[in-house]
């Protein structure tokens, strides 16, 4: 079968996550590895009538085969809500419909990316969007990623080697939880500005701010070839595979609708209608206040966890919305090591080597905190402490 | 823009359908050009009722983030339909649940072809698998499909000239609704045997044949890369967009399944439930009689009609099944010149041309069948056999 195989798919390793997954996925195990919104945040019962409505009103319609881009009261949807946080001037013709944002992943990557191609990610980053453009054996350059954001003098370099792509999580990043402070976005933008480069910035976590401002994009409609993705997994549901990309870039866009539709035609049409009809019926705002109201308290609860029984040596980040930190070792200590002892433990995490393009040793780990009540992440971060302070 | 593009989509061609279907979408069109299943197909009620007990049932399940692989109760109700209609013994193991069966097409390119592997593939073909495999560049092989099924001398030739994957529609094919006989499928089998190559049948049709007994596949668990694509776009929904894959290779499987990964985490798990909840308290085989019923006369009425109204000169198939019929005008007789005629006497069909991976000038054209009642039919084929005869 090997020698069947293409080059790109042998070059791309199966999720370490997800690997992860199943093995954290025993319930005797705090698992602080997923990356599962709380179940508070699917509207079952709102969702369960829209449901209803889309089966009375559309009918056949809701079934049937649909178009590519998406339903355009849908993609209005998302244009008008861009533009009320950003006052930017989308409109449902900036949007395309995707099966969850990893599909737009999946979609840039065949639209720009040829083997040895340049692309510019953070370091560390999303390891499922590692994933995704490693099919195209692109070069991956990666820039660190620091408290106020990407580090300019690696990304002037980084640009200065080449790329087409930069793909970017600037608000509470996953794997670090790390958002750039808006001087950094706006230097980030005024280096970006007369390249010719498509700047990408993934924003799964936006509308899960629980501290502070919304701060504005880094390229969006301010470069020309800005696209943001969005996704309704963390707001609504995951379970549907619903989310989208925004750009102005439409040459880029048309591209990309024709990649979509090679991959899978359009995105199920039925979660289409029903998210549009839950939003134009429910008040989006007053649902996420609730799920921000958890997570923030999780979040802290963790934090002070980390506080309590974390060596003094091992740094951890503050975030101020989505799901996940990141705690940093000493150096010398292998995250990938302490898995299986922290596993014996009944406490699982994700090791940092995964969310790095660079394969090597790395002191890193990101802790999920979304999904466990206070008294079980004070519990688990209690044990983690020991498995870390024995191995110091 | 252009220089930031891949090759890959530089060379995919984005859908002559869709924009076709876009052309016919005016109510005042009788369109022939479309891939609709009828509504009829649609067990919306059931469907409905699926969803209440999925929600009361599974809760929160249903609306999280799943297992990339498909739900296992949905994967293993696959495979024993197989095992039950055909003799096969697939297991849950063998099964991938896909965003679409087109989204299987996306995958088999990306594992399996680099760029100028070859791919051997009917002549004409599944427009949308053309797209798919295109995406990687790859060397198309075409061999002739007659009335019998494969040419089996220039598929040998095809072999000889060195391909990784065959790609089939062995049952009512689109675009031509021809059916492999019996003999075709054993003689193809046995030169298939002995050669390292992934056999591909795409089967969507299959449940929706009206006349005559269903037939073995070439390959499935008969040859040790066999791979089947189904779909549940035909008997339940397209909206849902819910295909799947059954194969015995393992190997090539985790590379599939790492695809998938990559390119969507997982097909949308709540429509999984609901389709399943679906098979499990109606009978699918009551629900296909009716669609096939539905089909096989207006199938009838297509045939009766290009019988009537067509110049003896037009030679068109038959099927057995499925919803596609495909005519063959003289040679010389450019079916692309003919389709804005046809759409100002308000009658749309598709042109052979994208049906053929090397583009060129063709004298055939696909008719879709499932779409009108036999009146709008027998009115619209008439005027079609009169653009026709203009023609000539």
């Given at each position: 079968?090997?020698?069947?195989?293409?080059?790109?798919?042998?070059?791309t390793p199966p999720s370490f996550v997800r690997a992860i997954l199943k093995a954290a996925s025993d319930p005797a195990i705090t698992s602080f590895a997923g990356g599962l919104p709380n179940p508070i945040s699917f509207p079952q019962e709102k969702l369960m009538e829209s449901m209803q409505r889309v089966v009375a009103?559309?009918?056949?319609?809701?079934?049937?085969?649909?178009?590519?881009?998406?339903?355009?009261?849908?993609?209005?949807?998302?244009a008008e809500r861009y533009n009320h946080r950003f006052g930017t001037d989308y409109t449902a013709d900036d949007v395309?419909?995707?099966?969850?944002?990893?599909?737009?992943?999946?979609?840039?990557?065949?639209?720009l990316l040829d083997k040895g191609d340049g692309v510019i990610v953070e370091k560390p980053t999303y390891l499922a969007a590692i994933q995704a453009f490693a099919l195209q054996q692109p070069v991956f350059r990666e820039v660190e990623l620091t408290e106020e954001g990407l580090n300019t003098d690696e990304l002037t370099a980084a640009l200065e080697a080449g790329a087409k792509m930069i793909y970017l999580i600037p608000n509470f990043q996953n794997p670090?939880?790390?958002?750039?402070?808006?001087?950094?976005?706006?230097?980030?933008?005024?280096?970006?500005?007369?390249?010719?480069?498509?700047?990408?910035?993934?924003?799964?976590?936006?509308?899960?701010?629980?501290?502070g401002e919304s701060l504005p994009?880094?390229?969006?409609?301010?470069?020309?070839?800005?696209?943001?993705?969005?996704?309704?997994?963390?707001?609504?549901?995951?379970?549907?595979?619903?989310?989208?990309?925004?750009?102005?870039?439409?040459?880029?866009?048309?591209?990309?609708?024709?990649?979509?539709?090679?991959?899978?035609?359009?995105?199920?049409v039925f979660s289409q209608f029903v998210v549009l009809d839950y939003l134009r019926h429910n008040d989006l705002d007053?649902?996420?206040?609730?799920?921000?109201?958890l997570y923030r308290d999780q979040a802290q609860a963790m934090t002070d966890a980390m506080a309590e029984f974390f060596p003094a040596e091992v740094a951890f980040t503050k975030p101020q919305g989505g799901m996940f930190l990141w705690a940093t070792l000493p150096a010398g200590i292998n995250t990938m090591d302490l898995f299986p002892k922290a596993l014996a433990r009944c406490v699982a995490f994700v090791p940092g080597e995964p969310f790095y393009a660079e394969p090597g040793s790395?002191?890193?780990?990101?802790?999920?905190?979304?999904?466990?009540?206070a008294d079980t992440i004070r519990d688990g971060i209690r044990r983690l402490g020991e498995v870390i302070a024995e191995a110091l």
């Open positions: 079968m090997d020698e069947l195989l293409s080059d790109g798919i042998t070059n009103e559309r009918g056949p319609e809701a079934f049937q085969y649909s178009m590519t881009a998406g339903i355009p009261e849908l993609r209005e949807w998302i395309l419909v995707t099966t969850g944002s990893q599909q737009v992943l999946d979609l840039l990557g065949k639209v670090t939880g790390l958002t750039y402070t808006a001087e950094n976005r706006a230097k980030v933008r005024e280096i970006l500005a007369d390249r010719n480069i498509v700047v990408v910035e993934d924003d799964p976590y936006g509308e899960l701010r629980f501290e994009y880094i390229g969006a409609t301010a470069l020309p070839h800005g696209v943001v993705m969005g996704s309704f997994s963390k707001t609504v549901t995951p379970g549907f595979r619903m989310g989208y990309l925004l750009t102005k870039d439409h040459e880029l866009l048309r591209r990309l609708n024709t990649a979509k539709e090679a991959a899978d035609l359009h995105t199920n007053e649902h996420l206040v609730k799920i921000r109201d790395y002191s890193t780990m990101r802790l999920n905190f979304t999904n466990a009540d």
